[in-house]
């Protein structure tokens, strides 16, 4: 995941509205997603199985890859291309081995230290957020793009913003060297649908 411009880490709705597959892909088709991050917090294990099943071959088919979250085993045995563990799920060195070879994120919140951390434990990306307000989680950590210029300028570990993110906003945070921008609500609950959504984050990380 090693990128110079900065592109858009797609995160699923939280529950999966019926026909979603299709919304998918129009979403994939519509222009650059570097990865799709499954998030089903609520979800079973068997309802991940049968959802990874049904989207993961849609986004590797657009060359996207597709990261699981929270699950490190699971993602293993589901055969992603990797998974994206926050400070509560589990172990990161166990995480890493259970990945050789895939991509291991980690959330580092607002905090350097954490983010040191995930670098020595061989993450693929560090996740720094939330940025700006959401309603899609509730967070207790605000980062700032200094965060991000920091990082960018300290280490060559790509980041991850996250948190609030939408068209109209992410400008500073592109400036500022995030490599990837992740977000929910600005692609699937754009008044347009998805696709729209792509195209206008895509339009906006362009024009930063
Ligand atoms: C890209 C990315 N960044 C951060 C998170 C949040 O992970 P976590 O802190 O474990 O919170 P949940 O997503 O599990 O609610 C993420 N999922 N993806
Ligand atoms: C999963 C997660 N972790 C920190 S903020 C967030 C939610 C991101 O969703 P949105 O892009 O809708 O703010
Ligand atoms: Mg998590």
């Not at 045995?77 to 070879?101: I, P, V, Y």
């Amino acid at each position: 995941m090693t990128e110079e411009r900065c592109r858009l880490y797609l995160i699923t709705p939280p529950v999966l509205p019926a026909g979603f597959a299709d919304l998918l892909a129009a979403a994939l088709d519509a222009g650059d997603v570097a990865c799709l991050q499954l998030r089903l917090k609520d979800a079973a294990p068997d309802d991940i199985r049968r959802a990874t099943e049904t989207l993961m071959p849609i986004a590797q088919a657009r060359d996207v890859a597709f990261l699981l979250n929270d699950d490190a085993a699971l993602a293993a045995e589901l055969g992603c291309d990797g998974a994206h563990l926050g400070q509560e799920d589990g172990d990161h060195a166990a995480g890493r081995k259970l990945l050789e070879g895939k991509i291991l994120g980690i959330t580092c919140h607002a905090s350097r230290h954490l983010a040191m951390l995930a670098g020595e434990q061989g993450a693929d990306y560090v996740a720094f957020g939330a940025f700006f307000p959401t309603g899609t989680k509730a967070t207790l950590h605000r980062a700032t793009p200094e965060l991000l210029e920091w990082w960018s300028e300290m280490f060559e570990i790509p980041s991850v913003a996250i948190g609030g993110i939408t068209a109209e906003n992410c400008a500073p945070l592109v400036r500022a060297g995030a490599d990837f921008l992740a977000v929910v609500g600005a692609v699937w609950s754009h008044p347009e649908g998805p696709a729209a959504g792509v195209r206008a984050m895509n339009a906006a990380i362009a024009a930063a």
